[in-house]
């Protein structure tokens, strides 16, 4: 189906969504575009990267998106996830697909082969979350392995989401959003992979301050220190690449 005809059809199924009194958004995430081989490869694609990669978003998932002046995403917090109906979701035929382009192959091939530079952004962020000051005196680079494009048809989207939109909190938590303005888009596209990083610190730091910052960087990454210290695995099916379809105005 093209792409344009895929959000009309998106936009129209939520023109008909009802009012509902409010509930708290979920948890946010930081990502944004890039100059790495990643990032690039991700434009490509018409994915939006995850700046930090830590948990894997159902297809489906309703989210609100922050933009900076320049129109570019800078965050987007869960409304409501549709990991709560897997089950239904399944009984009724829901169906998810699954395919690695040569691009992802090629991606992974050189990530695997000595891995991608994080670059200066991204790493200003891990420091941030690690709360380590001067993320020039660490250099990382990403390995990705397993890695899959996850995505769903119109059809299943428009299932997933009226399925969602039948429960109170959701209903709600859309509503309140809408109320206060804020760009509501669903979940389409996730591009997964088992995701580890190498680390090198720059400078003379010593073994109590490094094994201090691989514990504090591990943890922003919601991964664990293997081997010798200087390699964090971040995790499996990690989220890192996504797309989303946006939601027209809802009526009063």
Known sequence: MPRVLFFLVIATMLCAIGSTKSVTAMASRNFGPDQTPLGETLAAMNLIEMRTPRQSWPIGTILTVTRNARGQIVKVDDVCNPALLAPQLEQQGVTYMISQTSEMQSLEQR?????????????????????????????????????????????????????????PDCRDSVRQARQEGKELTALYQVLVADLSYSVSFTGDVDASARANAMSQISAALNGRVEGGGNRIIAGNGLTFGFALAPFSPMPQ
């Open 111 to 167: 990530s695997m082969s000595g891995g991608i530079s994080v670059s200066a952004p991204i790493l200003q962020q891990i420091a941030a979350d690690a709360r380590i000051s001067g993320a020039q005196s660490f250099r990382m680079n990403v390995m990705l392995n397993n890695t899959k494009l996850l995505y769903t048809d119109a059809s299943s989207l428009r299932a997933t989401v009226r399925r969602l939109m039948e429960v």
